[in-house]
């Protein structure tokens, strides 16, 4: 590139730079292949199988339905969107009742929702869920 104009030089280079910011948006965006989605809870009712996979005291993660469900006590459960806040990503894995995100570091009470580590700022938005005929329902009207 030495041989163009300085001018030209500095359009390429530019043009270069806003290519590679782009993909930075891409990896971010709702769009993308990482597991987001636009909407980070269930629009509609959402079977997740067995109610007793969830362990009493413990959660467990719907990673393809984009929830975690939590069981306080035996016959109650809570419901998460597991999608992070912070970037959209999918939570990745759930060690006792904290989730991970695998994109930037967060963590999250997936009892309550609440943010125990950054970069999130937002909790986890909560998702009704029931359980019927020993079945777990997640979503709207659940």
């Known amino acids: 590139m030495s041989g163009l104009p300085a001018a030209r030089r500095t ?3 530019g043009a270069a730079l806003a290519g590679a910011a782009g ?6 965006s709702t769009e993308s292949k990482l597991g987001h989605a636009k909407e980070p809870t269930p629009t509609a009712p ?6 007793d996979e969830v362990p009493v005291g413990g959660a467990k993660l719907y990673r393809e339905q984009r929830l975690v469900v939590s069981c306080p006590a035996k016959g109650e459960y809570k419901a998460f969107s597991a999608q992070c806040t912070h970037g959209g990503c999918v939570l990745d894995k759930v060690e006792g009742t904290e989730g991970h995100c695998p994109c930037h570091g967060s963590r999250f009470d997936i009892t309550t929702g609440k943010v125990l ?3 999130a700022t937002v909790p986890l938005p909560s ?3 029931t359980a019927e005929g020993g079945r777990l329902v997640a979503g709207p009207d659940a």
Request: glycine share 14%.
């Open 23 to 28: 993909l930075g948006v891409a990896a971010c």
């Open 127 to 129: 998702v009704p869920v």
């Open 117 to 119: 580590r950054g970069p």
């Open 11 to 13: 359009v390429l280079k």
């Open 46 to 51: 959402v079977a997740l199988g067995v109610a």
